[in-house]
């Protein structure tokens, strides 16, 4: 006889397959989120590369396909959601700045109806806000037609008007400022680092060095500080302690990691025949600088036989293409004497990638193995930048060295720290250290390069902000001390005189 009971839950309990998305759209759900696969894997108790599967063309089943499924369809609602208050606010924002616009503009429209409703008085009486005679009387009240004229004085009046007169409604607009896809008022509060250093110079009864002693020594917490209050409001968070694959971490207590920063450490071989006077320039703020850069903005994930992206950034394993142009300008990987792949960074890659394009030509694309790389935007730290470079500038017309030191060491030692440090234990980024730097070094390259094609003779490029060359540099660089310019560092003159009269006076 027929178990009617065990088919009926046989029935029961048969599901159809959840449906999923395409795998294009499974990734994009995750980056949308700034998600890593470690933590989606995490959540749905599955291991990083099994989440890579299933974004590369293979489907879960079972029960971690419906967990896969809940979060897929989680994923979307929240991104859509995401874009509805993206619209809604840059429509909030039109509209603000309609309202600044039409407040204004009901301003001029007051004042004008104003005027035309004034009569003129025969004899001067107190203005009803200054208490100064009056000439004119507006809605029966005496007042000054000029703002100009009112308030000079000090007198009061005992019974001011129930309403203010229609010449005194019209409205300041407020200023503002964009902040990604809205505005806002433009900030009233203190600056930090004025006031940190208003604070030491106080407390060291204005000695100088005392002060600056103790900025320096807070540097790195001021540093933290600073870019958690330029954080606010911000479209993405900083994962501060994420997990780092092994190529960047110390192989040793007192070692480096596989990491190659492609430092610069460049001397040209042979100068034209004569005496040549060589300037040295000194680059400003090169850490600074290279604050603007690609950082990746959550974990970094492992991925193999890809090409690059633009959207993503992180380290790559490539086999660099041979470079011909040693007599002339560095090789863009710095001094390197061992062949075969290395660990660079993304601005390194980025730089190579742009030498073997059409616009430069001046090697081939290096061949990319492996990388681990992650969602990334150039101004993760813009705000920090801005900051810093403003209160640099100023300090630097003020002729201000206490705040100048503070800040420079506020942005050196934040780069230094975030790695494997004792001294910044906020930040664990050692890829963004390593690409900052690398960053600094792209720089200074391009800078070489710009001096090259504008006919200058590149004699040598060191670091992040020594470039020497023969020629007149100041038609190239400007000159001075902010972070778009460049300032002497020395001069000298390399080569002997060939001249055969020269010669002959000479022995003469």
């Given amino acids: 006889m027929t178990d009617f009971g065990a088919i009926d839950a046989l029935l029961a309990g048969a599901r159809q397959e959840v449906p999923l998305p395409s795998v294009e759209v499974r990734r994009g759900l995750r980056e949308g989120l700034n998600l890593s696969r470690a933590q989606v894997a995490q959540a749905l108790g599955v291991s990083p590369s099994t989440v890579g599967g299933w974004e590369s063309g293979r489907d879960p089943s079972g029960e971690v396909r419906e967990k896969y499924a809940y979060f897929l369809d989680g994923a979307r609602t929240r991104l859509e959601a995401q874009a509805e208050q993206d619209a809604e606010e840059e429509e909030e924002a039109s509209a603000a700045s309609e309202e600044v616009t039409e407040v204004a503009e009901a301003g001029e ?92 110079l106080a407390e060291h009864a204005g000695d100088v060095d005392a002060a600056t002693a103790a900025l320096v020594k807070r540097a790195i917490p001021d540093a933290m500080a600073l870019l958690d209050s330029t954080r606010k409001g911000g479209r993405y968070d900083v994962v501060a302690h994420p997990w780092i694959p092994d190529i960047l971490r110390k192989q040793t207590a007192r070692g480096a990691d596989q990491i190659w920063e492609a430092r610069p450490k460049w001397a040209r071989r042979e100068l034209p025949p ?82 073997s ?38 300090a630097i017309e003020q002729d201000d060295e206490v705040t100048l030191e503070y800040v420079k060491a506020m942005y050196s030692k934040f780069v230094s720290t975030m790695g494997e440090s004792n001294y910044n234990r906020e930040l664990y980024r050692p890829d963004w250290m390593h690409l900052i730097r690398s960053q600094a070094f792209a720089n200074l390259w391009t800078k070489a390069y710009k001096a090259y094609g504008e006919g200058l003779t590149v004699v040598r490029a060191m670091g992040t902000d020594e470039l020497h060359v023969i020629g007149d540099w100041r038609s190239v660089f400007p000159e001075g001390r902010g972070v778009s310019e460049v300032k002497i560092k020395d001069t000298y003159t390399v080569g002997e005189d060939t001249d055969p009269a020269a010669a002959g006076e000479h022995e003469s």
């Fill in 109 to 200: 429209t007051g004042e004008a109806e104003a005027e035309s409703e004034s009569e003129i008085l025969s004899v001067a009486q107190p203005c009803v806000l200054c208490g100064h005679p009056a000439r004119h009387q507006v809605a029966g009240f005496p007042q000054h037609l000029d703002p100009g004229e009112c308030g000079g004085g000090t007198a009061t009046v005992s019974e001011p008007p129930a309403k203010p007169a229609a010449a005194t409604v019209a409205a300041t607009p407020v200023k503002v400022v964009p902040v990604g896809r809205r505005v806002q008022t433009v900030s009233d509060e203190p600056d930090p680092i004025a006031a940190a250093v208003a604070g030491a």
């Fill in 274 to 355: 004569g005496a040549h006077e060589v300037t040295a320039l000194d680059i400003n703020g090169a850490y600074l600088s290279a604050l603007k850069t690609h950082l990746p903005i959550g974990q970094l994930e492992h991925s193999t036989g890809f090409g690059h992206d633009r959207r993503r950034a992180g380290v790559h394993l490539i086999t660099p293409s041979v470079w011909d142009h040693e007599a002339e300008l560095p090789n863009p990987i710095g001094n390197r004497d061992e062949p075969g792949p290395l660990w660079v960074t993304e601005p390194t890659l980025r730089l190579l990638l742009r030498l």
């Fill in 357 to 394: 394009g059409p616009k430069y030509g001046l090697c081939e694309p290096p061949e990319i193995h492996e990388s681990f790389t992650s969602g990334a935007t150039e101004n993760l730290l813009e705000k920090f930048r801005i900051a810093l470079k403003d209160a640099r500038d100023r």
